[in-house]
């Protein structure tokens, strides 16, 4: 079964907020880290934007990039 990408987008920093945090009032952290290019979001217009794939991806990169212990 193929994804839609309607299914995969967040639209708005609340949406991407909620994805990651659990809450939309996170929204300015999320505003914070693409403003440091610290998470992969792009812009549709003036709205903010992510793909759930992209973010869980990116999340399991960084995983993998600890130091052992």
């Excluded at 193929?2 to 299914?7: E, G, H, K, L, M």
């Excluded at 987008?9 to 300015?28: H, P």
Aim: proline share 3%; aromatic share 8%.
């Amino acid at each position: 079964m193929q994804t839609q990408v309607s299914d995969d987008l967040m639209q708005g920093a609340g949406k991407i907020a909620q994805f990651l945090f659990g809450s939309e009032k996170q929204a300015r952290k999320i505003y914070y880290l693409e403003e440091k290019g610290q998470i992969p979001t792009f812009r549709m217009g003036s709205t903010i934007c992510a793909r759930k794939s992209t973010i869980l991806a990116w999340i399991e990169e960084r995983e993998g990039r600890r130091p052992a212990q």
